[in-house]
């Protein structure tokens, strides 16, 4: 059928693929490798160094980008100040000098045309592509208002884009991480705490006794610092408690591996706080001090007893009470993790709720080894005026929804982008940066719709993502190792900051998105909004207002600075005051009950499986982050494709074996578009199959990528919407196998 915006492979385009060594001009470059000029560093001879922090992930280590004598990259290694890293990197930091040497990266902008009934690119200069954007946004404001125009963002380009985006009028401006990732733990911790959870989490890890983990894969994800901490936590003989329907790398470590059936974790919390709490496991002084609601929350569980959660949980009464014992017995040196990915079922927020509520039984909000109280150094915006104050935002797009969400609501803004009575505030164009919407957003369908209802898009990123083919126009961002970004002081057990500078030349003709942004808001009239010839200037004035300037940072890229917000952990006995209503850590919210929802978490059994289908499981990989690093030379040579893991009572019923390949089917008929390769493992319960995230890519641009695996996320059909913050429960997903190529009658 014909589209208004016809997907375009961009491998299509003969002319895209310019030479390493392309020039960009100097202005958008910024002072590259004019760090620290003493050549020998760390056993590197006649290798130059210059600060940086990583892209790959959001944990954003800090580390030192090598040069060589010909300006190119060769190596990163961890910056041994940056409390992220310690010095050490993990496979995707080290691994970040593929971003920067991919020869499949985009080169040149790229503009959509039609011949006849053919859509492609063409390769554009940078002034007519920043133009045609400039035109556009023109356009829209002076049609519907600069409110229409919405950004959807990941990594550090967003923050100049969004910049750009509030100068111009627009505070539509939306990470799918909140919505799609950890939206629902920091909604229930703060309805808890009074405080979010953020990143990097302020777990304790390091002085642990007892590390509960509810589905959250540590040493697979490779959030650096806190798998260190574990590891040498481990060493120390710490009680780790593991609950996941697959034996992952950390069950294997665990005192206490609880393979619960899927969809059921949230009757496990509600039993163990019933025996936290009927056994008098908890800690009563700090219960007594700073909560509120124990009674209340003691009558709710009183019938949620290890028996009746067995039956639910298929977890058995006496292991539920093994555990429990274990948490209290730690106390308060416990942390019952909050997660990262928690968008599961659609009542995630209240699951956080009840993870949130047994931290606090526990009393391991604020105490060693538990959650510490984090701190971050604040960086003063570089002077600008005022912004303009727009006419509606991401709230009203939610049409009353989600009545709790903190941040916008990625699926909202999709929603809001096709023309429906209901849409009061439609959105028609979009700007995306760093975030491959295809391989992200479950429900495919409906961004596809999304993006034929809207009247623009624009795209920067590195790569030529799933997304880039679906722009009018692409601008071609250089990789973090090629240019200045904002300083990253992200919280932690003291304020630290960390500065990114380019280590070498880019490649082709890319720019930084500080540049991008620049160059559209002077042709929009905003250029009063970037007062600066180079990023760089920003930062050192920056730098310059906490005592430090950018001439120090190049030399040691990492700076720490005292604590001034207080003790890292409440003294014993302490007066505190919490951010909620109530000014104490409350078991019953009284936020979630004046917005209408459960006070106390309630468990709600969820769908079960088709007859011969299994829980669609999925998960990370220690050397990859979502989609974006499949294509990465230095880490495809580790992990070039995922596999489906399938307990082995389920191959043998199906006659499946191991390194077979077979294509999956899920609920509502969608079948990956590759076949994928079969593990056949006891570590998988029988009724659920398992893979890891980020594969199936299907743009041929990407040739290390292309073909390689399924995409769990075109398998997601099917969400539950969390009703109190609006994320998206994604695993309420069933597949069956096909064994035979569901193309071959096409194909023949």
Known sequence: MKTRRDFIKISAMGTVGAALSGTMLS????????????????????????????????????????????????KITGNENDPHCNGRLCPRGTGGVGMYSDSDRLKKPLIRVTDGDKQTFREASWEEALDLVAGKMKEIKEKYGPESFALFNHGSAGHHLGYLLQAYGSTNIVAPSYAQCRGPREVGFQATFGSGVGSPEPTDIRDTNCLVLIGSHLGENMHNSQVQEMSDAIDKGVTIITVDPRFSTVASKSKFWLPIKPATDLALLLAWINVIITEKLYDRDYVEKYTTGLDQLAKHVENM????????????????????????????????????HVTWYGDDTQRSRAMAILNGLLGSWGRRGGFYFKESKSIPEHPHPPFPKPAWSWKETLNGKYPL?????????????????????????????????????????????AMQSIEFMAVVDTMPMEITGYADVILPECTYLERYDELRASPNREPFIALRMPAAEPVGDTKPAWWISKQLGERLGLGAYFDYEDFSEVIDWQLKQVG?????????????????????????????????????????????????????????????????????????????????????????????????????????????????????????????????????????????????????????????????????????????????????????????????????????
């Open 27 to 74: 202005m958008a470059r910024g002072n590259a490798s004019t760090a620290d000029p003493n050549l020998a560093h760390d056993g590197f001879a006649r290798l130059k160094r210059t600060p940086t922090y990583c892209e790959i992930c959001f944990w954003m280590c800090a580390g030192w980008a090598y040069t060589d004598e010909n300006g190119k990259i060769v």
């Open 305 to 340: 007893t290890p028996e009746w959660a067995y039956g639910i949980t298929t977890i058995k009464p006496d292991l539920i009470r093994k555990s429990a014992r274990a948490m209290a017995e730690a106390a308060p040196s416990v942390i019952i993790h909050p997660g990262r």
């Open 405 to 449: 969400a903190g941040l916008a609501v990625s699926n909202a803004l999709i929603d809001a982008s096709i023309p429906s009575p209901e849409n009061t505030h439609q959105i028609k164009a979009w700007l995306v940066a760093g975030t491959n919407l295809p391989l992200t957003m479950p429900q495919k369908d409906t961004l596809l719709k």
């Open 548 to 748: 430090s300037s950018l001439e120090e940072m190049q030399k040691i890229g990492v700076k720490k600075f005292e604590r001034k917000s207080g003790p890292l952990y409440l003294a014993d006995g302490a007066d505190y005051t919490f951010h909620t209503s109530s000014g104490k850590i409350e078991f019953y919210s009284t936020e979630l009950a004046a917005a209408g929802f459960d006070p106390m978490p309630v468990y709600t059994p969820h769908p079960e499986p088709p007859e011969s289908f299994y829980r669609l499981n999925y998960g990370r990989a220690p050397m990859h982050t979502f989609s974006r690093t499949a294509n990465n030379p230095n880490l495809h040579d580790l992990k070039k494709e995922n596999d489906v893991w399938i307990n082995p009572k389920v191959a043998k019923l199906w006659g499946i074996k191991a390194g077979q390949y077979i294509w999956l089917k899920n609920q509502d008929g969608v079948i990956s578009d590759f076949p994928v390769m079969v593990r056949v493992t006891e570590r998988i319960r029988w009724d659920s199959v398992y893979m890891v995230h980020g594969f199936g890519h299907t743009d041929k641009k990407l040739s290390r990528a292309y073909g390689r695996g399924a995409s769990d996320s075109d398998l997601i059909t099917k969400v539950q919407i969390d009703p109190i913050m609006g994320g998206t429960g994604m695993r309420g997903n069933f597949v069956t196998f096909l064994t035979e190529d569901p193309q071959k009658e096409a194909k023949s």
